[in-house]
């Protein structure tokens, strides 16, 4: 089978996105060896983690024939056509105009619907441009992957979606999350960033949607010997969060690391005590499964997907409650055995994210759409 890809975010995002992306081609690649994974983006970032992806035995960049302004929205087509692609799978929200009648058969992966539940975050014209994106792809796409059964729902609410059309198909995190580092590893990686001999772990991009603040009132009154250390690129919102650092006297508790090494990561899960994430809002919640694998406890928000990347023994709040958020979090690290029954039961319920068993169910889907496509 030749299967091509919307490369856009692999060949070009080392966050988010970009993980998802170059982790389902290369696992679909390493897997099932027999098929051909093709990748159309318009460019390539030049960056080690992407050059290792595309070298990878079995996937095959391609560059526009005809470079144009909407050559990914629609241009795309003819050279999908010219190569014989069996399948095609929209990663992010996204399919070709047209694309259904091409007589190549569609997948769509939607991630969330946040710019729907929360229009405030985006601004008018991205809004628009989103929601007729994803609208579409909907629409003509013969399959849709959701992350997780809150997506599913909020497909179904907002653009009236045959649940029988969509599939729960949820993501895993970088195999280097799944095995300890060593003892010299982490050491190396505790001196470079200047890591505290005991903290809480935040990770994610320091925008308002993630609710750091919550977690920053929330420090007062959580014990003093843990420092707060926070991994994620700063946005306009992170204004705010030190302002109420400053306003709570807490510069010396918390640790702002940005631009760290996607290979450091895994040795900073594991050298934390407990990770805490009160997102408002998430499609999946990745960071949960990274700590869950990383054996820490995870205290999560409620209201989005959070409890079903968590599972029912991590520890839930609601987001905004701050009081609540400290509670949990004392709780964690005040009670040894609630904590190591929580690393043991998290690493139990994270295995149903197991990277064979996700691309196994994808390619399910795959050869369930081109037989159907073929009948």
């Given at each position: 089978m030749k299967i091509g890809?919307?490369?856009?975010?692999?060949?070009?995002?080392?966050?988010?996105?970009?993980?998802?992306?170059?982790?389902?081609?290369?696992?679909?690649?390493?897997f099932f060896p027999q098929n051909q994974y093709f990748v159309y983006s318009q460019k390539v970032k030049e960056h080690p983690q992407i050059r290792h992806f595309l070298n990878a035995r079995g996937?095959?960049?391609?560059?526009?024939?005809?470079?144009g302004l909407f050559w990914r929205t629609s241009g795309i087509k003819k050279q999908l056509i010219k190569e014989n692609i069996d399948l095609f799978h929209g990663l992010s929200h996204e399919v070709p105009l047209g694309i259904q009648n091409s007589g190549i058969p569609s997948i769509v992966t939607i991630h969330d619907l946040i710019f729907l539940k929360f229009p405030h975050y985006f601004g008018r014209i991205d809004r628009f441009i989103y929601r007729l994106k994803a609208k579409y792809s909907c629409k003509h796409a013969d399959k849709i992957i959701a992350i997780s059964e809150c997506t599913k729902?909020?497909?179904?609410?907002?653009?009236?979606?045959?649940?029988?059309?969509?599939?729960?198909?949820?993501?895993?995190c970088d195999d280097s999350f799944k095995?300890?580092?060593?003892?010299?590893?982490?050491?190396?990686?505790r001196i470079k960033n200047h890591l505290p001999s005991r903290y809480i772990l935040n990770v994610g991009t320091v925008e308002t949607r993630k609710n750091l603040l919550t977690l920053i009132k929330a420090l007062p009154q959580v014990h003093p010997d843990y420092q707060l250390v926070v991994v994620g690129k700063r946005t306009p919102y992170?204004?705010?969060?030190?302002q109420e650092i400053e306003r709570l006297g807490l510069k010396d508790r918390v640790l702002f690391l940005q631009n760290v090494p996607f290979d450091e990561l895994p040795s900073i899960y594991q050298m934390a005590d407990a990770f805490v994430y009160p997102s408002l809002y998430e499609g999946f919640g990745i960071p949960i499964i990274e700590a869950l694998y990383s054996g820490i406890p995870v205290i999560a928000a409620t209201g989005s997907c959070l409890e079903e990347a968590g599972g029912e023994d991590s520890l839930y709040v609601s987001p905004l409650d701050h009081t609540a958020l400290a509670s949990g979090i004392n709780t964690v690290l005040?009670?040894?055995?609630?904590?190591?029954?929580?690393?043991?039961?998290?690493l139990e319920y994270v295995q149903k994210f197991n990277t064979k068993v996700i691309t196994q169910d994808l390619m399910n889907v795959y050869n369930q759409v081109l037989s159907t496509h073929q009948k």
């Open positions: 890809f919307d490369g856009k975010r692999a060949t070009n995002n080392l966050t988010g996105l970009g993980n998802y992306s170059r982790s389902l081609i290369a696992q679909l690649a390493e996937i095959r960049s391609r560059l526009p024939d005809q470079p729902r909020d497909i179904i609410e907002f653009f009236h979606t045959d649940p029988n059309k969509i599939e729960v198909i949820y993501q895993s095995s300890p580092a060593s003892e010299e590893t982490k050491q190396g990686v992170a204004d705010l969060v030190y005040n009670t040894p055995a609630l904590a190591e029954k929580m690393k043991i039961k998290g």
